[in-house]
């Protein structure tokens, strides 16, 4: 079983950047490819990005490349999530997510375990 806190979230300008972190319970952190995704009011839930178990792997939504970076250090069972640039349609609850396995994908139904989400809102 794989616990997941996220922290990091909050109000922000237009223009301005968050740090989400999300740090998961248990001794193989580097077993677990992460992810990343956002659900915005009467939409469906969105990977924003994900990360292989070694954090070597990545991959983004288009709407946020070149913007948003998502990383790890797995010696903390820690994964961020850098959103430079922030936009209004950024808003939404975010979601960090573990897969079970170190290979990266950007299916929600590929991820066992799921933090509480955290509000990410960005006004204009």
């Known amino acids: 079983q794989v616990q997941l806190v996220e922290s990091g979230g909050g109000l922000v300008q237009a223009g301005g950047s968050l740090r989400l972190s999300c740090t998961a319970s248990?001794?193989?952190?580097?077993?677990?490819?992460m992810a990343w995704f956002r659900q915005a009011p009467g939409k469906e839930r969105q990977n924003v990005a994900c990360?292989?178990?070694?954090?070597?792997?990545?991959k983004y939504v288009d709407s946020v490349k070149g913007r948003f970076t998502i990383s790890r250090d797995n010696a903390k069972n820690t994964v961020y999530l850098q959103m430079n640039s922030l936009k209004p349609e950024d808003t939404a609850v975010y979601y960090c997510?573990?897969?079970?396995?170190?290979?990266?994908?950007?299916?929600?139904?590929?991820?066992?375990?799921w933090g509480q989400g955290t509000q990410v809102t960005v006004s204009s």
């Open positions: 990360i292989s178990g070694s954090g070597g792997w990545t």
């Open positions: 248990g001794r193989t952190f580097s077993s677990n490819a």
């Open positions: 997510a573990a897969r079970t396995i170190a290979i990266m994908s950007r299916q929600e139904y590929d991820y066992a375990y």
